[in-house]
Structure formats: structure tokens, C-alpha cells
């Protein structure tokens, strides 16, 4: 699956649900020397079995990074997962984006989140801010993938939406669901082409709290309420519910974000970067598994 005159595409992250994705996305529309980079190489061996290389890519391993990305013309670089250690995530971006630079990649894709500077409640924007600065003074070429909140992120609401009470601290605020597949399909359009600049990754359309809960209702078939709450109220629910006052602070900053109208802008980033058309809400909850994940136990 490799073709010496192709550039060569790293996708880190590769075992988690984004990357894996990517990389399928990738393969599907034919493109090659794709490399699967994942802290843990032996859970990607199906992607061996095809052909695909598969690269050790450990951002707490720095000294290791040189390697996963020797030889690299674009790689995308996915934001980790690690919010609740400050300073931890930023450490991680800054690690592979230095080996990216000194191994001589052409092209960084990075997943961001809009509108993240100074004026983002959300605690980790700075994370995203600080590695975009880091990437765009390294005089590489770049795209940065601002995502909005994944589609998929509905499905944590399962056990209020089955309790019949939703709160929330959004008020009228409005934000622009995507699903992770578009999002997948845009790395990937991205990587492939190396298209530059900066994207707010967004859904066709943009929801209140309420109408999003209304949406979920008629999917689950029984009706929700949405009680509006203070920030502090939603937080101490949240703690009160057994969450960390960490994560309680994250999420409610999510709330923060879409009441003063960061998340709210809607793009056409999807179809411009893809070519097809961007999934609405109802189209993603019409989809069998979805509505399976929105009624099933309650641990999402």
C-alpha cells in the first residue's frame, strides 16, 4: 500500500475513535502511504494485516517522537484527551509538534476547537490556542480543524434524557453539533490534499438546548424537560451526581461557551473541504445505533 512518489500520511491517534476513523476514511477513497500512528501499536494489528504501516506514536515519549515521524510529508496531529492535568495536554501538543518540525513534515493538520483565545471560558482552550501559536510560528504549513461539539456527545445524555429532566446553563445560546464522521471526512480531505488555512468544523444547522433535548425526545419517544440553571447550580448538580469538580467545571464551561455564542457559528467546511453534504441532527439520530445508544443502560 505504498507508492514512493505519493506524500506520506501520518494520522496519530489512530486507535481512538477520530483517528481510526480518518484513517478508514483514507483508505477508502484510495489513497496511499497512510501511516496509523498509536501509543500502543499491538491494538491496531488488523490494520497490519492490510497493509497499512503502523507507527509507535507516544507524545509523553518525546524522544521517541523523531522516529514516528521520520519520513512524514503530512501528519495530522489529534489533540489527546488528557484535560483534567493541567498543563499535561499542551506538553503533549508542544512534543509532537517539535518532531513534526525537526523530522521536516510539510504539512500539519491539527484538531482545535473554535473560537479559543483569551476569550474562551472553556478550561482547556488554551491548550488548543497555545498549540495553534506553536504550529503557525514554526513556518510549516498548517490546517487547523476548529471542531465543534460531536453529535456523538448526546449520547452522555442518556440517563438524564431517561430521567425526563435535562439542565442545563446554556439558556438561548445555540451550537452547531457535527458528527464524528464528517469530522473524519475532513481530516481526512485535508490530509490527502493539503489544503491550508484555519476551519470551523461545524453541522448543517445550529440548536438551542431546547430544541436539541426536543429532537432527542422524539428519537427516545417520551417527553424531556429542560430545566434552565445557574453555572453554579449545574455545577454542584454535577458534583452532587459524583463527577469531579474538575470535569463538573468543564462540562458547565461548555454551557458557558454556547450561552455567550462561541459555539454557535455555522460553516459550510464540510461540504466545501469533502464534497458532500454535512449530516443534520435528525439525519444522525435517525441511524439505528444512534437511537440504540441514546435508550441503552445508563453508563454513557
Known amino acids: 500500500m505504498t507508492n514512493a512518489s505519493a ?5 496519530t491517534g489512530a ?17 496511499v502511504n497512510v501511516v496509523a500512528g498509536t501509543r500502543d501499536p499491538s491494538k491496531l494489528q488488523a490494520l497490519v494485516a492490510r497493509g497499512v504501516e503502523v507507527r509507535k506514536v507516544d507524545f509523553d515519549e518525546p524522544a521517541s517522537l523523531g522516529a514516528a515521524f521520520a519520513g512524514i510529508h503530512r501528519a495530522l496531529i489529534v489533540s489527546t484527551d488528557t484535560i483534567m492535568e493541567p498543563g499535561l495536554r ?29 476569550e474562551s471560558p472553556v478550561p482547556f482552550a488554551a491548550d488548543h490556542r497555545e498549540t495553534e501559536r506553536a504550529i503557525a510560528e514554526s513556518g510549516v ?15 452522555f445524555m442518556a440517563r438524564a434524557l431517561a430521567s425526563g429532566r435535562v439542565f442545563s446553563s446554556a439558556g438561548s445560546g445555540r451550537s452547531s453539533h457535527v458528527s464524528r464522521a464528517d469530522v473524519a471526512s475532513t481530516a481526512a480531505a485535508v490530509l490527502a490534499s493539503g489544503i491550508p488555512g484555519a476551519f470551523d468544523v461545524t453541522g448543517p444547522s445550529s440548536h438551542t ?5 426536543a429532537a432527542l425526545a422524539q428519537t427516545i419517544g417520551h417527553p424531556v424537560e429542560v430545566i434552565h ?6 455545577g454542584q448538580g454535577m458534583i452532587k451526581a459524583g463527577l469531579s469538580s474538575a470535569m463538573a467545571a468543564a462540562l458547565v464551561s461548555m454551557d458557558v461557551a454556547t450561552r455567550r455564542g462561541l459555539q454557535g457559528t455555522v460553516t459550510d467546511a464540510v461540504p466545501a ?5 454535512a449530516m443534520s441532527l435528525i439525519q444522525f439520530l435517525a441511524i439505528d445505533a444512534h437511537r440504540a445508544a441514546l435508550t441503552g443502560p445508563s453508563q454513557h
Not at 15 to 31: I, N, P, R
Not at 229 to 234: A, H, I, K, T, Y
Not at 273 to 277: C, D, I, S
Open 7 to 11: 506524500p506520506s500520511l501520518l494520522v
Open 141 to 155: 504549513a498548517f490546517t487547523f480543524l476548529r471542531n465543534n461539539f460531536y453529535m456523538e456527545n448526546t449520547f
Open 209 to 213: 438546548i431546547d430544541e436539541l433535548v
Open 15 to 31: 486507535a481512538g475513535q477520530l483517528g481510526q476513523l480518518t484513517v478508514e476514511k483514507l483508505l477508502a477513497s484510495g489513497t
Open 273 to 277: 473541504l469533502t464534497g458532500q453534504a
Open 229 to 234: 440553571v445557574s453555572d453554579d447550580e449545574l
Open 90 to 118: 499542551l506538553r503533549q501538543h508542544l512534543a509532537a509538534v517539535n518532531a513534526a518540525v525537526r523530522a521536516g513534515v510539510q504539512h500539519i493538520v491539527y484538531t482545535s476547537l473554535p473560537n479559543a483565545g483569551p
